[in-house]
């Protein structure tokens, strides 16, 4: 017994001590490889999808075939380790990602860095800031819900940022999957000109691999995990549909790429080369989405989509950026930057992700221009401050590895740099230039917020500084109306989340309060203000007289306010412009009529007058904000709400409940579909009537339905809610006044 326990503990050791000897060999292979990387074998990519798609799955797998990992865990893993790129403990109890975690990795000798962003909604910044900086992303949807709400919102998103993608249909293990009905959905919801590239050989519990549809060949994926490809002949019973479908891909190809669409016409068939390269090249114009197939969680398909990464994404060099170079005070033009991986240019960096680590605050820099080395100066070119790198590391989730250099098209993280998300950085300030910033949604949701323990009040200081720095769309600020703290952010789980990472990391525990919509006041119709501000009361006076119009907006800028000077002549003399744009937007902050603030409103400033001796800025300040509350009593104004896209999804039997259910919550259901035995629900939904709705979904459904949502616009509330709102908006005043008189 005694010998058989000495053998058992040998082999743990043997065991430990081998996967720690691989682990540093692993280590000393990437550092000494990817600062010598050239600039076409480096791919910048993120993985984005909706909500339970499989993005941390296949990111998982990925470092695990390329050797970046020696060993795979699962997102909700039973061994208690959970997904290397879910470091966060609260991301791996809950299978959820909720910051977006950067990784580096060797492919057939090229530089693949990796970020992968949340699938939530009320992460999607995560999503904004790494789309803003990469060259390339992965779009993975599931094989069994197809293209879904937030599919849409990254689909957006990567449009605003120009950024060509790849689909991966994923999951083709789980009952009742169709990549097919996928395919359809990327082309009639997203416009994508998609086409498969690879075909699966048998669906769920059949899976065996898949048919490579531009080599002609079946890939099948063996040994305990995936790790070797075996090619062969395409079955027998699958060469018809790999024919039509070879056929359909050359078609959609040959709309996109000049090249084969002379060969379509000519009736010559393509090469597997000339197939290979028009794909790139109508991926880099994001005219064709090739579509990849496998199931990441079974280990089938995640190699040839590695393949097809380094085939079709563009390097660094392949992807114009651009930086805007001030010529004079408000005049910029745009400037292309130079990515070749030498110091020929200056240094240019944009900060896109800042994150408090155990050696303080780390920021994330994405190098677009030259080279930086470890003790250089950078300067922030927002505020001009100058700044030592004394810390140089590249990221592999929440570990660091340190490098000596960095050139163009790497992503690295510096220590000890106090500046913003979405600042440049250079090494020569005289260039004057400065990166596009990023997306910032605007909060849709606020709570009270306040330390449960008076005692815990500096670490809830310190956690609210710390969290609102990364993360621009969480928002704290002090209501002076209610006499509390504010946090507002996009959703209930968004603000859920920062409570319970409080407690955490700052042992604060702290109490929420009823959520709080952010409603909007706006007005109905134009209407005309002419407002003059006099005082006098011995010495210099005040004297300011404003003309114009106050116009509503369109609904697709309801949520802007414009201020447009009109005035000709010197009547306003043009350095009091400013301060009545500044009386005008004070004003909006808190409406006259609930408190809100004031949007979607045009400020046309036509005249006025000014006195040579008592005009100052105070004084337009003040006439503005009198020319506002002149336009609020003479016009009619209107609260609105967010509407929120919901998307509901269910078994067949519960469907009259959860039509009734959105009914009640005076949602307008937009479109429905059905797929084997399940049913999807879209609808437009006021979000102050979609509180609560997670358990009672739930409840009705036997805990079988789920849904998600994403802010879709501003729209005017219902008589019923603009009245709620402005009686108890104006009961704490009428009360005040009627306390003021009574003292009197």
Same mark, same amino acid.
């Given at each position: 017994?005694?010998?058989?326990?000495?053998?058992?503990?040998?082999?743990?050791?043997?065991?430990?001590?081998?996967?720690?000897?691989?682990?540093?060999?692993?280590?000393?292979?990437?550092?000494?490889?990817?600062?010598?990387?050239?600039?076409?074998?480096?791919?910048?990519?993120?993985?984005?999808?909706?909500?339970?798609?499989?993005?941390?799955?296949?990111?998982?797998?990925?470092?695990?075939?390329?050797?970046?990992?020696?060993?795979?865990?699962?997102?909700?893993?039973?061994?208690?380790?959970?997904?290397?790129?879910?470091?966060?403990?609260?991301?791996?109890?809950?299978?959820?990602?909720?910051?977006?975690?950067?990784?580096?990795?060797?492919?057939?000798?090229?530089?693949?860095?990796?970020?992968?962003?949340?699938?939530?909604?009320?992460?999607?910044?995560?999503?904004?800031?790494?789309?803003?900086?990469?060259?390339?992303?992965?779009?993975?949807?599931?094989?069994?819900?197809?293209?879904?709400?937030?599919?849409?919102?990254?689909?957006?998103?990567?449009?605003?940022?120009?950024?060509?993608?790849?689909?991966?249909?994923?999951?083709?293990?789980?009952?009742?999957?169709?990549?097919?009905?996928?395919?359809?959905?990327?082309?009639?919801?997203?416009?994508?000109?998609?086409?498969?590239?690879?075909?699966?050989?048998?669906?769920?519990?059949?899976?065996?691999?898949?048919?490579?549809?531009?080599?002609?060949?079946?890939?099948?994926?063996?040994?305990?995990?995936?790790?070797?490809?075996?090619?062969?002949?395409?079955?027998?019973?699958?060469?018809?549909?790999?024919?039509?479908?070879?056929?359909?891909?050359?078609?959609?190809?040959?709309?996109?790429?000049?090249?084969?669409?002379?060969?379509?016409?000519?009736?010559?068939?393509?090469?597997?080369?000339?197939?290979?390269?028009?794909?790139?090249?109508?991926?880099?114009?994001?005219?064709?989405?090739?579509?990849?197939?496998?199931?990441?969680?079974?280990?089938?398909?995640?190699?040839?989509?590695?393949?097809?990464?380094?085939?079709?994404?563009?390097?660094?060099?392949?992807?114009?950026?651009?930086?805007?170079?001030?010529?004079?005070?408000?005049?910029?033009?745009?400037?292309?930057?130079?990515?070749?991986?030498?110091?020929?240019?200056?240094?240019?960096?944009?900060?896109?992700?800042?994150?408090?680590?155990?050696?303080?605050?780390?920021?994330?820099?994405?190098?677009?221009?030259?080279?930086?080395?470890?003790?250089?100066?950078?300067?922030?070119?927002?505020?001009?401050?100058?700044?030592?790198?004394?810390?140089?590391?590249?990221?592999?989730?929440?570990?660091?590895?340190?490098?000596?250099?960095?050139?163009?098209?790497?992503?690295?993280?510096?220590?000890?740099?106090?500046?913003?998300?979405?600042?440049?950085?250079?090494?020569?300030?005289?260039?004057?230039?400065?990166?596009?910033?990023?997306?910032?949604?605007?909060?849709?949701?606020?709570?009270?917020?306040?330390?449960?323990?008076?005692?815990?009040?500096?670490?809830?200081?310190?956690?609210?500084?710390?969290?609102?720095?990364?993360?621009?769309?969480?928002?704290?600020?002090?209501?002076?109306?209610?006499?509390?703290?504010?946090?507002?952010?996009?959703?209930?789980?968004?603000?859920?989340?920062?409570?319970?990472?409080?407690?955490?990391?700052?042992?604060?525990?702290?109490?929420?309060?009823?959520?709080?919509?952010?409603?909007?006041?706006?007005?109905? %119709?134009?209407?005309?203000?002419?407002?003059?501000?006099?005082?006098?009361?011995?010495?210099?006076?005040?004297?300011?007289?404003?003309?114009?119009?106050?116009?509503?907006? %369109?609904?697709?800028?309801?949520?802007?306010?414009?201020?447009?000077?009109?005035?000709?002549?010197?009547?306003?003399?043009?350095?009091?412009?400013?301060?009545?744009?500044?009386?005008?937007?004070?004003?909006?902050?808190?409406?006259?009529?609930?408190?809100?603030?004031?949007?979607?409103?045009?400020?046309?400033?036509?005249?006025?007058?000014?006195?040579?001796?008592?005009?100052?800025?105070?004084?337009?300040?003040?006439?503005?904000?009198?020319?506002?509350?002149?336009?609020?009593?003479?016009?009619?104004?209107?609260?609105?709400?967010?509407?929120?896209?919901?998307?509901?999804?269910?078994?067949?039997?519960?469907?009259? %409940?959860?039509?009734?259910?959105?009914?009640?919550?005076?949602?307008?259901?937009?479109?429905?579909?059905?797929?084997?035995?399940?049913?999807?629900?879209?609808?437009?939904?006021?979000?102050?009537?979609?509180?609560?709705?997670?358990?009672?979904?739930?409840?009705?459904?036997?805990?079988?339905?789920?849904?998600?949502?994403?802010?879709?616009?501003?729209?005017?509330?219902?008589?019923?809610?603009?009245?709620?709102?402005?009686?108890?908006?104006?009961?704490?005043?009428?009360?005040?006044?009627?306390?003021?008189?009574?003292?009197?």
């Amino acid at each position: 017994m005694a010998a058989t326990g000495s053998c058992s503990l040998f082999n743990t050791l043997h065991t430990s001590w081998h996967s720690w000897h691989l682990h540093l060999k692993l280590l000393a292979r990437f550092s000494t490889s990817v600062g010598t990387v050239p600039l076409e074998k480096i791919r910048n990519i993120g993985i984005s999808a909706h909500i339970d798609s499989g993005k941390t799955t296949l990111t998982e797998r990925i470092l695990y075939y390329t050797g970046r990992i020696y060993e795979m865990h699962e997102v909700r893993g039973k061994d208690g380790v959970g997904a290397v790129m879910d470091s966060m403990e609260l991301e791996r109890q809950r299978g959820i990602t909720i910051q977006s975690a950067a990784t580096y990795t060797m492919w057939k000798n090229h530089n693949i860095n990796i970020i992968d962003t949340p699938g939530h909604v009320d992460f999607t910044v995560e999503v904004e800031r790494a789309l803003r900086v990469l060259d390339g992303a992965i779009l993975v949807l599931c094989s069994v819900g197809g293209v879904q709400s937030q599919t849409l919102t990254v689909n957006r998103q990567m449009k605003r940022y120009n950024v060509p993608c790849l689909a991966f249909i994923n999951k083709l293990d789980r009952m009742g999957a169709n990549p097919y009905r996928v395919l359809h959905q990327m082309r009639s919801k997203l416009h994508h000109n998609a086409a498969f590239v690879q075909i699966p050989i048998g669906l769920e519990s059949n899976t065996k691999g898949i048919i490579d549809l531009v080599g002609q060949k079946a890939l099948y994926f063996e040994g305990n995990f995936g790790n070797t490809v075996r090619e062969d002949e395409i079955p027998a019973d699958m060469r018809v549909e790999a024919e039509e479908r070879h056929i359909e891909l050359i078609e959609h190809l040959s709309n996109a790429d000049e090249v084969i669409g002379e060969l379509f016409l000519e009736e010559k068939t393509p090469t597997e080369e000339q197939l290979h390269a028009g794909i790139h090249r109508a991926c880099l114009q994001q005219t064709f989405t090739p579509v990849f197939v496998g199931t990441a969680l079974k280990n089938k398909g995640v190699q040839p989509l590695l393949d097809g990464v380094l085939r079709y994404l563009p390097n660094p060099g392949q992807v114009k950026n651009f930086a805007l170079h001030q010529i004079s005070e408000g005049e910029e033009e745009k400037m292309l930057l130079n990515s070749a991986r030498d110091n020929s240019s200056p240094f240019v960096g944009l900060a896109f992700k800042l994150e408090a680590g155990k050696f303080g605050q780390l920021t994330y820099i994405r190098v677009y221009q030259g080279c930086l080395k470890k003790g250089e100066n950078i300067y922030n070119s927002r505020t001009g401050k100058k700044i030592k790198v004394s810390r140089l590391v590249q990221m592999h989730s929440n570990n660091m590895e340190d490098v000596t250099e960095v050139f163009a098209g790497d992503i690295c993280a510096v220590f000890g740099i106090d500046c913003a998300s979405g600042d440049t950085f250079t090494t020569n300030l005289k260039l004057n230039i400065s990166m596009e910033s990023m997306y910032i949604p605007e909060p849709v949701i606020s709570m009270g917020i306040k330390p449960k323990r008076s005692k815990d009040s500096d670490a809830f200081s310190k956690a609210i500084s710390r969290f609102t720095k990364e993360d621009p769309t969480y928002r704290i600020y002090w209501d002076n109306d209610v006499k509390e703290t504010v946090a507002c952010g996009m959703g209930e789980l968004h603000l859920e989340i920062y409570a319970q990472r409080m407690e955490r990391e700052y042992g604060c525990e702290v109490e929420m309060g009823k959520p709080k919509v952010a409603f909007r006041e706006t007005l109905a %119709s134009p209407v005309e203000f002419d407002y003059l501000h006099k005082k006098q009361s011995g010495g210099s006076g005040q004297f300011g007289r404003v003309i114009g119009v106050l116009e509503p907006l %369109s609904p697709e800028e309801n949520t802007k306010v414009i201020f447009k000077d009109e005035t000709m002549g010197t009547n306003i003399p043009k350095q009091f412009i400013p301060a009545i744009e500044k009386g005008f937007k004070a004003v909006c902050e808190k409406g006259f009529l609930t408190g809100h603030k004031i949007t979607g409103v045009l400020f046309r400033v036509q005249d006025g007058a000014s006195h040579m001796v008592d005009s100052n800025e105070i004084s337009f300040i003040l006439a503005a904000q009198g020319a506002m509350k002149q336009a609020f009593e003479d016009g009619a104004w209107i609260i609105l709400e967010p509407i929120m896209s919901v998307e509901i999804t269910a078994p067949d039997e519960f469907q009259g %409940s959860v039509t009734s259910q959105m009914n009640k919550r005076h949602g307008i259901i937009t479109g429905t579909d059905a797929n084997e035995g399940w049913f999807t629900i879209y609808c437009q939904v006021p979000l102050n009537d979609m509180f609560g709705y997670a358990t009672e979904l739930r409840s009705s459904t036997q805990g079988k339905g789920e849904f998600s949502m994403e802010y879709s616009c501003y729209a005017p509330a219902r008589a019923d809610v603009m009245e709620g709102l402005i009686n108890e908006f104006q009961e704490p005043k009428e009360a005040e006044d009627t306390k003021k008189r009574s003292r009197r």
